[in-house]
Structure formats: C-alpha cells, structure tokens
C-alpha cells in the first residue's frame, strides 16, 4: 500500500483577498506545473481565485503553501482548501475563462 504523502489526491481552493490583476493565475499555474499537478485556475465573479489541482499530495500542499502567499502584489485574506478524491480528468494545469 502506497504511503498517503505518495498518493494522488486532489484539493479544490478558494483564495481570497486581493488576488485579481496582480498576476495570481498566471503564476498559480507555473507554480502548478513547476510542482508537476494539473487542473485549472480562474478568476471569480466575487474577486477571489478558485482552483483545482490534482497530483501528489505533498506537491498539492506545496501548492497550498504557495496560495498562502501567492505572487508579489497580492494580498492574501484567506485560502479554503477542501480536498477531495483525484478523478484524474485533467491533462495540464491551465487557466479557466
């Protein structure tokens, strides 16, 4: 049996504070693909960033971390992270439109 860090998971964020027009989903998806994770990222109506990643579980808490943070410019409120069973649908890290 696989260790739980080694397994394939899936987590789905909420990002929340100033996180539109400062590059986030841009850099959101070289920090995905730099970890080797798929999925999607995209602006939200609200001002906050939602994204789903899938991949390994320490790269998605690697990801996690990061949103915390995000690039210079942002101002991070707060991050929901709500993981999930990978489904193993997506073929690479994008951006959402």
């Not at 995905?32 to 994770?37: D, E, K, Q, V």
């Not at 709500?82 to 489904?87: G, L, M, R």
Request: hydrophobic residues 40%.
């Amino acid at each position: 049996m696989e260790s739980l860090s080694s397994q394939q998971s899936r987590v789905h964020l909420k990002i929340q504070g100033r996180v539109q027009g400062v590059y986030f989903r841009a850099a959101a998806v070289n920090q995905a693909r730099r970890l080797g994770l798929t999925g999607w990222v995209m602006n939200c109506y609200d001002g906050s960033v939602e994204a789903v990643a899938e991949g390994i579980r320490t790269k998605l808490e690697e990801l996690v971390r990061w949103c915390h943070q995000g690039p210079p410019g942002a101002v991070v409120k707060q991050v929901h992270a709500k993981w999930e069973k990978a489904s193993n649908e997506f073929q690479e890290f994008r951006i959402r439109r």
